[in-house]
């Protein structure tokens, strides 16, 4: 749940409950882990670590899969249109954050973020985000995975500039262009965040929002 601090022991998922990821783990993960990097498969705790960031094959220690950018570093064991159903807090959406001008006078409109995750989390956060942060409430859109470099105008893996929850909630920022997350694997350091962003109070409020309020499985 929302502002949950998560935690307790982990559980296999049973072999004959017809789950498409029977026999693995779930649970364990805690607020405190809760942060990622800049790189898909990242945000797993140490309970979770399998030697790399591959996604492929690993448990759910928030309670649900990773976001799916396609055929992209393991991530399309997770893509079909039944698995997007299943998914808890319904299907992957997308959702642009903008500032409120009168409450961010100095902040640019060019300065445009968008959360992507499931549904009921990233509708959650948007409500949390007008509240805390003063964005403008907007209303979600369906994501369709997109691999790197596609011409899209939806979010890409390139553009994120923070993963949580074992990289199954993402923010990211179209005028960010991580060469990193272009190749196969996750071998070189993430590009810096643009200046105009680098320093910003309301990309701080946002990232802290979301630390903070994300919805996690709770402690049994």
């Known amino acids: 749940s929302a502002w949950s601090g998560?935690?307790?022991?982990?559980a296999m998922i049973p072999q004959d409950s017809g789950h498409p990821f029977a026999g693995r783990w779930v649970g364990n993960g805690d607020r405190r882990t809760i942060y990622g990097s800049r790189l898909y498969g990242s945000g797993y705790p140490s309970s979770y670590s399998n030697g790399s960031?591959?996604?492929q094959g690993r448990g759910f220690p928030y309670g649900t899969w990773p976001i799916s950018w396609g055929a992209y570093r393991g991530g399309e064991e997770y893509t079909s249109s039944t698995l997007d159903l299943l998914r808890p807090g319904g299907?992957?959406?997308t959702v642009n954050v903008t500032s409120n001008p009168s409450n961010w006078p100095n902040i640019p409109t060019t300065e445009v973020y968008q959360l992507v995750g499931d549904r009921?989390?990233?509708?959650f956060m948007m409500s949390d985000l007008a509240d805390w942060c003063h964005a403008k409430p907007q209303w979600p859109q369906a994501f369709s995975p997109s691999a790197p470099g596609n011409a899209t105008?939806?979010?890409?893996?390139?553009?994120?500039i923070q993963y949580y929850r074992a990289s199954s909630f993402a923010l990211t920022f179209a005028?960010?262009?991580n060469t990193a997350a272009l190749g196969s694997a996750s071998s070189t350091a993430s590009v810096p965040l643009p200046g105009a962003i680098v320093n910003s109070p309301f990309l701080a409020c946002i990232n802290d929002t979301i630390a903070v309020a994300l919805p996690i499985l709770d402690w049994p």
């Open 6 to 10: 998560g935690g307790g022991d982990k």
């Open 53 to 55: 960031d591959a996604v």
């Open 91 to 93: 299907p992957l959406v």
């Open 120 to 123: 009921d989390s990233v509708m």
């Open 153 to 160: 105008t939806q979010p890409k893996p390139e553009n994120v």
């Open 175 to 177: 005028g960010y262009n």
